[in-house]
Structures are given as structure tokens and as C-alpha cells.
């Protein structure tokens, strides 16, 4: 079974802060994603690495996928209230239709 | 907006009734999943579609029956559900690096 285990569980902190957020598994995955998602709405997607060592930054929030393509990290500076919401990672083996979530950040920002 | 289209947003039914979730894409991509989302939890795989031939049943219920008439749209039947099954039922399609594009989803209840 694989799993993707995401830490740290809850986040709750101030505006401006900087956080990180890792996704971690023993399996090795050909593409990792990382999506948001707000209440009651479908996870909307952040971005896709497909590469082992790849850091990709959109804005305030920065992306890498580990070397040996096992795990990712999610970096992102100074928070804002709207980056609150339920951060989830999610990859795909190789030679496999799945799509696997990991065990989800939930981010609260505080003004 | 969503490229991904789920009907109805909101859905309550009597453990007796019969009803289907509809999801309708137009991406042009060949690969549909469903999932099932419980409150705090990430999304947990039920199906997923390749070219309109069920891939992957991850041994779900045979209360939930899945349908693809064509590539552009996925059906989800519902038969005979228990309370448990009330979660937000998420429809995903695929694209060319694996990623997931969400539908808003239908939040069902089961009474």
C-alpha cells in the first residue's frame, strides 16, 4: 500500500510567518502534485513536479520534489490569511492509473 | 471557474432511493477518476477511467456503480447507500503530467 504521509498535521499561525510543509513516503512516484483546497470545494491544483531535485516557486510559495523522487516539500513565505485552507500532496507510481493523497495540512493564517 | 462540471452541488437521499452523480469535462483528456471525501480527510480513490474502460475498482461497494458513456463524461449510480456513504464525492480528470482537475463536487447525504 502506499502512502504519503504529510506533516505537520495542523498549522495554525500569524500573517507574515514563513512555513514548511513535507510530504514524505517509502514508494517512488513518476509526478507529485501539491493542491489546495477551501471547504465544501474540490482540491484545486498548486502545481506538478516531475523531476527528481526540481524547485518550482509560483509566488510566495516554493515547491521541491526530493531527489529520489520519494518525497516533496511545500515552502511558503510570509502567509496571508488567504492561504488558509487544506494542503494536500498527491502522486502517481509509475505504470499505474493511480492517484494517491497524502495525509493532508490544514493551514490557518491569523491577521 | 472549473473545466470540470459535477451535478447536482448537493444531493439527500433515502438509504432505499436510487439517484447518479453526473461529471462532465471538456479537456479533451481520457482519463476520469471518482473519489469519495470524508469531513477532515483527504480525498480516498473509488474508481478511475482510461479511454472509457473502468481501470482501476479500488474495492468499492457494489452500491456504487460507475458508468462512462464517452470520454467526456462519468456517471456515478447509487443504490441502496447507508448513512457512512454520506461524504463529498469528488470527480477528477486527468491530464498529461498526471495531474487531477477537480470538480466542485456533490455533497451527499444519506438519511
Known amino acids: 500500500t502506499q502512502l504519503l504521509e504529510q506533516s505537520p498535521q495542523f498549522l495554525s499561525i500569524q500573517e507574515g510567518e514563513n512555513l514548511t510543509v513535507y510530504c514524505n513516503s517509502s514508494?517512488?512516484?513518476?509526478?507529485l502534485q501539491w493542491y489546495r483546497q477551501e471547504p465544501g470545494e474540490g482540491p484545486v491544483l498548486l502545481v506538478t513536479v516531475v523531476t527528481g531535485g526540481e524547485v518550482k516557486k509560483l509566488k510566495r510559495l516554493t515547491f521541491q520534489f526530493g531527489d529520489a523522487r520519494k518525497d516533496s516539500s511545500l515552502h511558503i513565505t510570509a502567509a496571508q490569511p488567504g492561504d488558509t485552507g487544506l494542503y494536500l500532496c498527491a502522486g502517481r507510481s509509475y505504470n499505474t492509473d493511480k492517484l494517491i493523497f497524502g495525509t493532508g495540512t490544514r493551514l490557518q493564517v491569523f491577521p | 471557474d472549473t473545466e470540470v462540471t459535477q451535478t447536482p452541488k448537493h444531493l439527500v437521499m433515502g438509504m432505499t432511493n436510487k439517484k447518479s452523480l453526473k461529471c462532465e469535462q471538456h479537456?479533451?483528456?481520457?482519463?476520469m477518476y471518482w473519489y469519495k471525501q470524508k469531513a477532515k480527510k483527504p480525498p480516498e480513490l473509488m474508481f478511475v477511467y482510461s479511454y472509457e474502460k473502468l481501470s482501476i475498482n479500488e474495492s468499492v461497494p457494489s452500491r456504487f456503480s460507475p458508468e462512462c458513456p464517452n470520454s467526456s463524461l462519468l456517471n456515478l449510480h447509487l443504490h441502496a447507500l447507508q448513512p457512512e456513504d454520506s461524504a463529498l464525492y469528488l470527480c477528477?480528470?486527468?491530464?498529461?503530467?498526471?495531474?487531477?482537475?477537480f470538480g466542485q463536487g456533490t455533497r451527499l447525504t444519506v438519511v
Open positions: 514508494s517512488v512516484f513518476s509526478s
Open positions: 477528477a480528470s486527468r491530464g498529461t503530467r498526471a495531474e487531477a482537475f
Open positions: 479537456m479533451g483528456h481520457r482519463a
